[in-house]
């Protein structure tokens, strides 16, 4: 049997350490299953990409574009867009 070290920030591991033992593992079991899953596949299974934005951000993305394109008034921040909500 080998031993692995992994350095990984402390908020990183307490997040993870939090998904895997709701599901009943701990952090070396998934490890594990990890590596054996490599070695099955004979690649690292990894998707590595950025989060869709679910159908109703994806509706508001085109609302404010639509808005935008015609016309309508956008904001820099947040802040200014509530500003402007307060004086209207």
Do not use: C, W
């Not at 920030?9 to 590596?35: C, H, M, N, P, W």
């Not at 990409?49 to 994806?58: A, F, K, T």
């Not at 085109?62 to 004086?87: K, N, P, Q, V």
């Amino acid at each position: 049997m080998a031993s692995v070290t992994v350095r990984v920030d402390d908020q990183t591991k307490r997040e993870a350490a939090e998904i895997v033992e709701d599901f009943g593992f701990d952090l070396s079991s998934v490890t594990r299953a990890f590596y054996r899953q490599i070695v099955r596949e004979h690649r690292i299974p990894l998707t590595l990409s950025y989060p869709e934005p679910n159908d109703e951000s994806l509706e508001s993305i085109r609302d404010a574009e639509a808005i935008l394109a015609s016309g309508g008034h956008g904001y820099r921040t947040a802040r200014e867009m509530l500003e402007a909500a307060l004086e209207a």
